[in-house]
């Protein structure tokens, strides 16, 4: 009679390992892409702040013609 450690070393691993896996690396990828937008949006936000309290009337952010 084999031990239940050996039965489980034995066993293939279950096919819906690398589909746990892909949905981890995808949450992953996607909370990093919203942690670097909200990044560069508060960065955006302080620099707007930073220019009104220095009292600045002309702050808005000039687009470079293309």
């Not at 239940?4 to 293939?12: H, K, Q, S």
């Not at 009104?52 to 952010?61: A, D, Y």
Request: charged fraction near 20%; hydrophobic fraction near 45%.
């Amino acid at each position: 009679m084999q031990s239940t450690i050996d039965r489980f070393m034995t066993d293939p691993e279950p096919s819906d390992s690398r589909r746990g896996a892909a949905i981890g690396l995808i949450v992953v990828a996607v909370l990093l892409a919203v942690g670097i937008w909200l990044a560069r949006e508060l960065t955006a936000a302080s620099r707007m702040q930073d220019c009104v309290m220095s009292g600045r009337t002309n702050c808005n952010v000039i687009e470079p013609a293309r």
